[in-house]
C-alpha cells in the first residue's frame, strides 16, 4: 500500500517536471490557436474602438494594471502614476502583479481581473505570445486591453512605448560607444529572449553599432544577445562573470531589465574589472545609485514608468469613454503629447519620452 | 583489495555522476581552456553554495519521506522575516542572531508542514506544493515584500570574503563569501547525525520500510516530523545566504529554486521511493548542474540552447544512474537463482 502510493507520488513528481519542461514549447500553440480563432470569428470587429464605449458613468469604471512584477521599484514607480491618473480623473484604478514573475503567474491574474468583471486591462507582460488567449477572451468580453512593452502584441487595441525601440536602442549603443571611445569589443544581456522590447532593444544596439562603429564588436560572433538573466539578479552576475571570463579583451556592456546592470555592475567590481569595462543600461536611479555613484554604470538610458502607467490608463480611459485615439493624441503626460501612431503587428502609440541618467543628475529621480 | 573497492565503486550511483563530472571538465577545458583556473573554481563554489544548502532538505525529505517542494519558499518567507526584524530593529551584532530568528521562521513553517503530513498521512508533495503557495500569499500579500537593501550585520557579513584569488594570466579575480562555511558546517553535521546517531539511521529506516522501522522501535512519526522542523531550518539558513551573497533581499527569486534542486538530488543517486541517498551523491550531483548551468556560455553554446543542454544533462545523468542500479539489481537476483 504504502509502497504503491510512493510509486504514485514518484510519478506525479515526474509528471509535474516534466510539464514545467514544456511549459515554454506550449506558447506557440496557444499562439496558433487564439489565431485561428480569431480569423474564423469576427476579428474585424475585435479591433474596432467604437465597441468599446462604456454605457457605464466613469465613476463606476475599473481600470486594471498588469505588472511583470508588483514588488520591484519600477513597477511601483508606475503606480504612482497610475494612482495619479485615478485621482486626477476620478476613476478606480488597481494595479497587480504576479505571484512570481513568470509567464504563467500573469496569465492566471489576467484571468482573475476578467473574471472580476473589470472594464479595462492594462498589461505589461512578460511574454506576449503566453498571454495572446486572455487578451483575445476579455477583448471578446469587451473589455478594454491595453499593453505596454510589447509592440508584437496582436490582441490589444493600443500598445503604448516610450520610444520605438530602434530609437532607444541606437541611443543605448550611442551612449555606450561614447564610453567605450568608439572602440573595442562589448557583450549585451536581455532578462529572456522571449522578451520582445528587450530582443528588439538589442538588435537595435547591434544594427546601430554596425551602422555607426565599424571598430566595435559584439563579442560570440556578433550573437545577439550575449546572455540571459532570467529577471534575477544573482542570474545576471553569474552569466555576467562567465561572458567576461570567456572574453578577457571586452570593454563594454549593456543590459536591458531592471536586474541586468546591478548583476553585471557586481562581477566587474569582483573581478577587478571596475573602470576598464563600461557599463550603459536601462533600470531604475535608487537600484543603481550605488554603482553609478562609483563608477561602475556610467549611464541609465529610461523611460520614466510613472509616465507609461498614467499614459496606459489614459488610451484605456479615451476608449471607454469613446473618445477619438489615435496619431496624434495627447495623453496628458510630458513625452506623450502628440504620440505617433505606428501600425505593424499592432496599433502602437509612441512617444518621445527617453531620459538619461548619470552621476550628475541622479539624484533628481527618486524610483 | 583494490580490485574489490573498484567494484564496489562500480555500484554506486556516485561513481557514475563523478565520472561525467570529469569528463564535462575536461570537455569544457578543451573548449574554452577556462576550467581549471583558480577564479572558475571559486566562482563555481560559490555558485554552488545556495543550490547545495537547498539539497539537503530535498534530500532528508525523499529519504524519509517523499519530494519536498516547498524549501524555496520558506526560505523566502523566513529569511523576509528575519531581514525585516534586524532592519527595523538596526541591528548591528554578529550575523549568527538574523539567522537565528530566520531558523524559528522556517522552523515553524516546517512543523506546518510535519504536522500535516504526520498527522492525516497526505502525501509530502501535494502538502508541500499547498504550504508553498500559503506562503508565497503570507510573502506577497499580506507582508507585500519588496527588494530591500540589507541590514548592517548581514550586509558586513556579505562583504567578508573567505579566499580571494586572482588568475595571474587574465588578471580576473574571484571571491568566496563567507557563507561557504555554512554550507560546510551544515554538511558535516548532517554527516555526523545521519551516519552515527539512531536518529540518522532512523531517517533511512523509516524511507525505506515505515512498518519495519516501526517495530525496529524507531519513533516513526516523531522522526518524520522533526525531519521537516529541520528542513524548514535548513531552508532559512539557504535564503538567507541567498540574500547575503546577492547582498539585497529579492522577494521573486526563490520561487521555482525547486525543480533543478530535486533533478540534482535525484542525479546524484537519491531515490524517489525513498531510503536510499546520500550527501555524497547530493553534492556530485549539485556540483554537476551547477558546472552545466554556469559553463554554456564558456563553452560558447547560444543562448536559446542552453536549456535543452540543462535538460539532456538531467535525463542522460539520471538514465545512466538508473541503468546502472538496475543491472546491478538483475545480478544479484541472478546470483540468488544460482544459489538456489
Known sequence: MMKKMKKMVALLLATIMCLSMVACSNESDTKDTSKADSESSTSSDLFDLAQYKSDKDKSEWTIAVVTKDNTANWFKRMEIGVNEFGEEQSIKVIQKGPANADAASQVQVIDDLINQGVDALCVVPIDPGAIEASLESAMKQGIVVVTHEASNQKNTLFDVEAFTSEDFGAALMDALAKEMGEKGKYGMMVAYTTSTTHMEYAEAQKARQEEAYPDMELVNGGAVPTCESEESIDTAYERAKEVLKANPDMTGFTGVASTDCPGIAKAIEELGLGGKVKVVGVGTPNEFKEYVNSGTISKIKLWDPKDSGYAMCSIAAKILAGEEVGDGSDLGVAGYESVKLIEGDNRCLIGEADIEITKDNIEDFDF | ?340
Not at chain 2, 75 to 90: E, G, P, W
Not at chain 2, 230 to 247: D, H, K, P, Q, R
Not at chain 2, 249 to 263: D, N, Q, R, S
Open chain 2, 1 to 340: 583489495m583494490s580490485r574489490l573497492s573498484l567494484k564496489k565503486l562500480k555500484k554506486q550511483t556516485e561513481f557514475y555522476v563523478f565520472l561525467i563530472i570529469i569528463a564535462l571538465a575536461v570537455f569544457i577545458q578543451i573548449r574554452s581552456g577556462l576550467f581549471f583556473t583558480n577564479n572558475n573554481l571559486v566562482d563555481l563554489l560559490r555558485s554552488m553554495i545556495v543550490p547545495s544548502i537547498y539539497a539537503l532538505c530535498a534530500l532528508l525529505a525523499f529519504v524519509s519521506t517523499g519530494p519536498d517542494v516547498s524549501f524555496p519558499l520558506i526560505a523566502a518567507l523566513s529569511s523576509y522575516l528575519a531581514t525585516d526584524i534586524a532592519t527595523k530593529m538596526n541591528y548591528k551584532g554578529p550575523v549568527v542572531f538574523v539567522f537565528l530568528i530566520g531558523m524559528f521562521f522556517g522552523m515553524l513553517m516546517g512543523a506546518l508542514n510535519g504536522f500535516i503530513i504526520v498527522k492525516y498521512k497526505f502525501p509530502s508533495l501535494i502538502v508541500t506544493l499547498g504550504t508553498s503557495t500559503i506562503f508565497s500569499g503570507i510573502l506577497l500579500g499580506a507582508f507585500e515584500a519588496e527588494r530591500m537593501d540589507l541590514p548592517e550585520s548581514m550586509a558586513r557579513f556579505g562583504k567578508q570574503s573567505l579566499l580571494t584569488v586572482v588568475n595571474a594570466k587574465s588578471g580576473l579575480g574571484s571571491t568566496l563569501p563567507m557563507t561557504f562555511i555554512i554550507l560546510i558546517i551544515l554538511y558535516v553535521i548532517a554527516y555526523l547525525i545521519l551516519n552515527f546517531t539512531m536518529v540518522g539511521r532512523g531517517v533511512y529506516a523509516l524511507g525505506g520500510d515505515e512498518i519495519s522501522a516501526e517495530r525496529a522501535g524507531f519513533n516513526v512519526k516523531a522522526i518524520r516530523f522533526g525531519v521537516f522542523v529541520v528542513n524548514g531550518g535548513i531552508a532559512a539558513i539557504g535564503g538567507l545566504c541567498y540574500s547575503i551573497m546577492s547582498m539585497r533581499y529579492l522577494p521573486t527569486e526563490f520561487a521555482g529554486g525547486e525543480m533543478i534542486v530535486i533533478a540534482a538530488v535525484i542525479l546524484g543517486g537519491t531515490r524517489m521511493t525513498g531510503g536510499v541517498g546520500t550527501l555524497k551523491g547530493c553534492l556530485l550531483g549539485t556540483l554537476l548542474l551547477t558546472m552545466v548551468s554556469n559553463s554554456l556560455i564558456l563553452i560558447g553554446v547560444a543562448v536559446s540552447w542552453q536549456k535543452v543542454f540543462i535538460g539532456a544533462i538531467i535525463i542522460i545523468g539520471t538514465a545512466i544512474s538508473a541503468l546502472q542500479s538496475r543491472s546491478g539489481a538483475i545480478i544479484k537476483k541472478k546470483i540468488k537463482k544460482e544459489a538456489a
